[in-house]
């Protein structure tokens, strides 16, 4: 683990991999730590804000010392998904997987997933836990407009769209749940630690 100064109230941690930024993220957020005021994680770093009258130098070394848990996913029922699997992409991942498309929905419906970190648009959350015969890679070709809600899986991980955007992630499907409410407190339905799980639902 190394700390590292990120401006004048911030810490950056470096991790030797994901699960362990997952697990110091969990840390933190039982913690408390005294001017802690946010804690953003990231594939392999943890960011931690802290208020400007913090002592940034006890923190850092404070950090090091923090017990991790065995398990960052937090104790919540998970939220669940209703997907219905008819995305442009299934056929495609299940050419690319050697299955058929029925073992494509099975296996990503049976997964158990845990939100890891937020990033590339507000509210899109990277899952992990995908199954690792379904771990394809992005296509070569990204859409310049993916719908809401399209259900997608990228190398490691699988996500939901929560506004319409460009992107690289291979469309297995689509659901109705709104992941992003700028109405509601907090905007954002998954936060790192929540977990999920994808229902398969009957086409219209």
Same mark, same amino acid.
């Given at each position: 683990?190394?700390?590292?100064?990120?401006?004048?109230? =911030?810490?950056?941690?470096?991790?030797? $991999?994901? /699960?362990?930024?997952? @697990?110091?993220?969990?840390?933190?957020?039982?913690?408390?730590?005294?001017?802690?005021?946010?804690?953003?994680?990231?594939?392999?770093?943890?960011?931690?804000? =802290? $208020?400007?009258? #913090?002592?940034? $130098?006890?923190?850092?070394?404070?950090?090091?010392?923090? @017990?991790?848990? #065995?398990?960052?996913?937090?104790?919540? $029922?998970?939220?669940? &998904?209703?997907?219905? +699997?008819?995305?442009?992409?299934?056929?495609?991942?299940?050419?690319?997987?050697?299955?058929?498309?029925?073992?494509?929905?099975?296996?990503?419906?049976? /997964?158990?997933?845990?939100? /890891? +970190?937020?990033?590339?648009?507000?509210?899109?959350?990277?899952?992990?836990?995908?199954?690792?015969?379904?771990? &394809? /890679? @992005?296509?070569?070709?990204?859409?310049?407009?993916?719908?809401?809600?399209?259900?997608?899986? #990228?190398?490691?991980?699988?996500?939901?769209?929560?506004?319409?955007?460009?992107?690289?992630? !291979?469309?297995?499907?689509?659901?109705?749940?709104?992941?992003?409410?700028?109405? @509601?407190?907090?905007?954002?339905?998954? !936060?790192?630690?929540?977990?999920?799980?994808?229902?398969?639902?009957?086409?219209?």
């Amino acid at each position: 683990m190394r700390v590292l100064r990120a401006g004048d109230a =911030a810490l950056l941690v470096e991790t030797e $991999d994901l /699960a362990t930024a997952l @697990r110091l993220n969990a840390a933190l957020r039982d913690e408390g730590l005294p001017g802690v005021v946010d804690v953003v994680p990231g594939e392999r770093t943890v960011l931690v804000v =802290a $208020d400007q009258s #913090a002592d940034l $130098d006890r923190l850092a070394a404070r950090l090091p010392q923090l @017990r991790l848990p #065995a398990d960052a996913a937090d104790d919540a $029922d998970p939220v669940e &998904v209703p997907v219905v +699997y008819d995305g442009e992409d299934l056929d495609e991942v299940a050419r690319l997987t050697g299955l058929s498309s029925g073992e494509v929905v099975r296996r990503h419906s049976a /997964a158990s997933y845990t939100v /890891a +970190y937020l990033g590339f648009s507000p509210g899109f959350a990277y899952l992990t836990g995908l199954d690792p015969v379904l771990h &394809v /890679a @992005r296509r070569s070709s990204p859409r310049t407009s993916v719908p809401v809600g399209s259900v997608a899986i #990228a190398g490691p991980y699988a996500a939901v769209y929560p506004s319409r955007s460009p992107g690289g992630w !291979r469309l297995l499907g689509r659901t109705d749940l709104r992941l992003w409410d700028e109405t @509601r407190d907090p905007p954002s339905l998954l !936060r790192p630690g929540t977990r999920v799980r994808f229902v398969p639902g009957e086409r219209p």
